[in-house]
């Protein structure tokens, strides 16, 4: 609990600046595919700035807080005009097929990207964005992963701008993801 107090504290103070407020790079390389098997890389995400969270469909742990609070942040987005693309990179290949991520996204949000591949592909884009997923255990629907729990802001180039706690609300993520995204 000490951990997750000190997480929203820092959280709450992320200011809005021109560089990453990490000391590494993040982003990188990525061939996948969505859920129509349309291959996807990092050139995807150029166009729009995009809420981007490593987790998987089914996961009944953080995924069922982060997967609802970035679609609620992008729909205040909207409501602002400023339009977000919401994606999601799993970390479950063998349930997330293009065809259960073509059923699955919507549920989440009606423009979510949703991204899968070999293991291989997956391990590549999660290196790029410094997420690390394991299996740790197995229950009646499958393997239960451990993964990253933060939601990252791209800009329309797809370059990382900061991390968002799914901790924090909607409001909030929305209220930070703007002083990033719209310059004065």
């Given amino acids: 609990m000490r951990a997750l107090a000190i997480i929203m504290a820092l959280a709450a103070t992320i200011p809005a600046q021109a560089e990453s407020p990490l000391p590494f790079d993040i982003g990188g390389p990525f061939n996948l595919v969505d859920q129509f098997g349309k291959k996807r ?19 009944q742990a953080i995924c069922t807080v982060a997967l609802p609070r970035m679609a609620e942040t992008i729909d205040l987005l909207d409501a ?21 991520l073509r059923k699955a996204a919507p549920r989440i949000h009606s423009r979510l990207l949703a991204l899968t591949g070999d293991e291989t592909a997956l391990a590549a884009a999660r290196k790029a964005y410094g997420v690390e997923s394991e299996q740790i255990g197995e229950d009646i629907e499958g393997p239960l992963y451990a993964h990253g729990s933060f939601i990252y802001l791209l800009d329309a180039e ?10 924090l609300g909607s409001e909030r993520m929305a209220e930070i993801a703007t002083k990033y995204l719209i310059k004065n």
């Fill in 41 to 59: 890389t990092e050139a995807s995400l150029v166009g729009s700035p995009s809420l981007l969270f490593f987790g998987y469909a089914e996961c």
């Fill in 158 to 167: 797809g370059e990382f701008l900061t991390l968002l706690p799914p901790v």
């Fill in 80 to 100: 602002k005009g400023v339009e977000v693309r919401p994606v999601l990179v799993t970390v479950d290949p063998v349930r997330d097929t293009p065809k259960s």
